[in-house]
Structure formats: structure tokens, C-alpha cells
């Protein structure tokens, strides 16, 4: 068994001969993706988002089968895996999804378990999930939506002017046509269109810690960097990122902190920058995925 000590995580390696050498390293997760090891990651109690043991289901189906993450306030970490491994099932189930069953395990933000609360609350806390296929609302203002939301999280409103005003500037920023903040919530909206949607919302709520699942799909080279530029902003020391992406372009721009690696339902490994560029090279094979 090999254990690598970091400040925010403890992984801890079984080999599947169970080995069971220890050794610390020197480098916080040298050596922590090399076949045949399967890696668990068992969280401390200084990280601003837990997950312990989680285990789910959905539609009767298990699909989280043990997942054990941690991620500490001012980082940015990727969960990356192939198609089916459960990435987009973790991501709902963090938020409060009802559409899911959490059989064991459990979840906690800033010291505090969340694991029962529904989604509303979890918002209020300072969560927020970026969704991968945002859905069209028929008869909901955009800009009366951004103001409504932010009002029931507790946030303090200027001037209904000013709110609009203070919006149109950061659409701009985010490269957003002004235009579709006069639409219906994501109305008619291309596919880049909704991922600056989101973006956009994720500026003006300015979450504690926020999931995104897969940002980066839909957008050109010039949406990624207006993206990246945008997301640079979590890291000031008190919020969080966990960026699920299929795509190197995005890791190029924001460099994150760690990167796991999810398959079969439970993340099997943990590194930093380096285990992103292994996998972009050699794919998820090396993890029997």
C-alpha cells in the first residue's frame, strides 16, 4: 500500500496483490496513476467540499460505487473519465439532484453535512452547478431570472437599472450578445450561446464553490479562453472549482490543482497537472477503464 500526503487530501494506494509497503512521498501525488494501483482518496476536515464513501443510485441502477473526494477553498480541480464512468451522476448528486438516491456515504460543504438538503439550500450555501445541456424556460425572463435568483440566495440587489446595467458589462466581458439577456431563459440559444449563458450566471451569483459539467464542450478556441479568463477568478483564496471536461484545451489555460480520474463509478486516481497530460497521451486504459 503506498499512502501520498498532501495538505488537503490523504490517497491511499491498494495494490491489487495488496502490496502492502508504505512509503511518503516527497511530491504530493507523485507515482499516484501508475497501473495496477486503484487509489481512494480520504478527505481531512480543512477542505471546503467532502465526500465521503458516497454511494448512488438512480432509476434503481447503482451508479456511485464509493466515491471519496476533497477539495480544498481557492482551488480548481478537473474530474475527468470516460463516457459513462458517473461524472455527470456525482455532479447531481453534490447538488442536491431528487432524481437521485443516495444509498450511503455522505457530503459536506464548509464543516457542515449537506447530504439530505434539497438543492435550494445547497444553492443558498453557496453552491451552484453548471449543467451540461441547459435547458430552454419558456416564459421566464432572462434578466428577471438572474435578479430573482440572486435575491433568494440572500444577496444584497442594487437598482433594478443598475442590476441590468452591471450584467450587460459583464456579458460583454464574456463575449455574450447583449441581446439575449432580453430572451426568455436560453431561448433560441445555440449551443456556445447557452455555455456563455452559464458562464455569465456563474459571474453574477459568484457561487463558493461551483461544478461544472463539461464548459468547455460547444465552445470555439475563442469562447475557451474567454471561459478560462473568467473561471481564473475562483481562485482568491475562498472558492472553488470542480471542472468536469473530455478536453485538454481548458487544462492549458487554467493549469488546476489536482485532477481525478473517475471510472466505474468511483475515482481511481489522483494527480496534478502531469495525470491530465498522461491521459491525453495514453487515454483511460491504464486505468482498466
Given at each position: 500500500m503506498f499512502v501520498v500526503?498532501?495538505?488537503?487530501?490523504?490517497?491511499?494506494?491498494?495494490?491489487?496483490?495488496?502490496?502492502?509497503?508504505?512509503?511518503?512521498?516527497?511530491?504530493?501525488?507523485?507515482?499516484?496513476?501508475?497501473p495496477p494501483y486503484i487509489m481512494s482518496i480520504v478527505p481531512n476536515m480543512n477542505s471546503l467540499l467532502r465526500v465521503d464513501n458516497l454511494y448512488a443510485r438512480v432509476e434503481g441502477k447503482d451508479i456511485l460505487s464509493g466515491v471519496s473526494l476533497a477539495i480544498p477553498a481557492g482551488e480548481i480541480h478537473f474530474l475527468v473519465g470516460p463516457n459513462g464512468s458517473g461524472k455527470t451522476t456525482l455532479a447531481n448528486t453534490l447538488m442536491g439532484s431528487p432524481q437521485i438516491t443516495v444509498t450511503a456515504g455522505a457530503v459536506s460543504f464548509d464543516g457542515e453535512e449537506i447530504t439530505a438538503l434539497p438543492p435550494e439550500e445547497r444553492a443558498k450555501k453557496g453552491l451552484h452547478l453548471w449543467f451540461?445541456?441547459?435547458?430552454?424556460i419558456a416564459g421566464v425572463g432572462y434578466m428577471p431570472f438572474l435578479r430573482s435568483v440572486a435575491a433568494s440566495r440572500g444577496d444584497t440587489l442594487p437598482p433594478e437599472k443598475e442590476f441590468r446595467d452591471a450584467v450587460a458589462a459583464r456579458a460583454e466581458e464574456l463575449e455574450m450578445p447583449v441581446a439575449l439577456l432580453e430572451r426568455n431563459l436560453n431561448e433560441g440559444f445555440s449551443g456556445g450561446e447557452k455555455k456563455r449563458s452559464e458562464l455569465l450566471q456563474l459571474a453574477v451569483f459568484a457561487p463558493r464553490f461551483a461544478?461544472?459539467?463539461?464548459?468547455?464542450?460547444?465552445?470555439?478556441?475563442?469562447?475557451?479562453?474567454?471561459?478560462?479568463?473568467a473561471l481564473q477568478a475562483f481562485r482568491d483564496g475562498r472558492r472553488s472549482l470542480l471542472v468536469i471536461t473530455h478536453h485538454g484545451a481548458l487544462?492549458?489555460?487554467?493549469?488546476?490543482?489536482?485532477?481525478?480520474?473517475?471510472?466505474?463509478?468511483?475515482?481511481?486516481?489522483?494527480?496534478?497537472?502531469?495525470?491530465?497530460?498522461?491521459?491525453?497521451?495514453?487515454g483511460f486504459g491504464q486505468f482498466g477503464a
Open positions: 500526503y498532501h495538505e488537503s487530501v490523504v490517497c491511499i494506494r491498494e495494490n491489487v496483490d495488496n502490496v502492502s509497503e508504505r512509503t511518503k512521498f516527497d511530491s504530493p501525488y507523485e507515482n499516484t496513476y501508475d451540461q445541456h441547459p435547458a430552454e461544478i461544472l459539467d463539461e464548459c468547455d464542450s460547444g465552445l470555439d478556441v475563442d469562447g475557451i479562453r474567454a471561459a478560462a479568463k487544462r492549458e489555460y487554467l493549469h488546476p490543482d489536482a485532477v481525478h480520474v473517475m471510472a466505474r463509478g468511483r475515482i481511481v486516481a489522483s494527480g496534478g497537472e502531469e495525470l491530465a497530460i498522461a491521459i491525453e497521451r495514453d
